[in-house]
């Protein structure tokens, strides 16, 4: 028993209208037979702790994959549009080397087109260079006799720069004379013709504006080389002198 005011004692709990009930409640033993103080509600709130700890990390972690998913669409939609820039820059790539190649097809012919030459026109050719190059028949002759010394990149850079000097529009003589160059004058085409290097200076301050008249000095150039170094040969060649004994036996029994 306790007196009046005093608290209840561990173990006893209070009656409804305040007096003893002399009923007691007993927690459980610890491990060392001691009562835990609130042992079971410290291990509730550690784990309801842990939970908590553990929700955020998830949330963090469907963000990341919510963003890395994000991230791949942007990365996709990337690609699409890189593939979509790419797919017409090679359009234009390919409309421009198409251009390219067409305008080097017309610019280069196989063979002239040209009537089968006369005695006298063959006579003439032997006579001087001129009189062989201002006729398509004497191009062609010659063209076949540079082809056998492998140097026939001379008489097609002749050719091109006269069918250049003949254009007026100024695109079109921008890309002929880039073409010209890549084709004849730069020292990585297998076509290069041989120029010294002041002609090559003076094309290459010409190209900074092409005009018809941007590769007069070398054309001449070439066409002194071809006259003085491969016209001789030509007039002792077979295909000369084949061509002069065809005629003149057509021309005997005629």
């Not at 097609?156 to 695109?171: G, H």
Request: hydrophobic share 30%; net charge negative.
């Amino acid at each position: 028993m306790r007196m009046a005011g005093e608290p209840p004692s561990l173990g006893e709990e209070p009656t409804a209208n305040g007096c003893d009930q002399g009923k007691d409640f007993h927690l459980a033993p610890g491990t060392d037979g001691e009562i835990p103080m609130g042992s079971e509600r410290m291990e509730m709130r550690k784990r309801q702790m842990s939970v908590a700890q553990e929700t955020p990390s998830s949330t963090q972690a469907q963000h990341g994959i919510g963003n890395r998913a994000s991230n791949a669409c942007c990365f996709c939609w990337c690609c699409c549009c890189s593939c979509s820039c790419l797919t017409v820059r090679n359009q234009d790539e390919e409309r421009a080397r198409r251009t390219s190649h067409e305008l080097r097809a017309e610019s280069i012919p196989n063979c002239e087109e040209s009537p089968t030459p006369t005695l006298e026109e063959v006579n003439a050719w032997a006579q001087s260079f001129d009189k062989l190059m201002v006729t398509p028949a004497g191009r062609n002759a010659f063209r076949e006799f540079l082809r056998t010394e492998f140097s026939e990149e001379n008489m097609l850079f002749w050719m091109a720069c006269e069918e250049f000097k003949q254009e007026s529009n100024k695109s079109v003589i921008e890309e002929k004379a880039r073409l010209i160059y890549e084709d004849y004058i730069s020292i990585l085409s297998p076509k290069e013709v041989s120029l010294d290097s002041r002609v090559r200076e003076v094309i290459n301050r010409n190209m900074l504006e092409p005009s018809q008249h941007t590769f007069d000095d070398a054309q001449l150039q070439i066409y002194t080389l071809m006259h003085r170094d491969s016209y001789p040969r030509f007039m002792n060649s077979a295909i000369y002198k084949d061509l002069l004994q065809s005629l003149s036996e057509k021309s005997i029994k005629a």
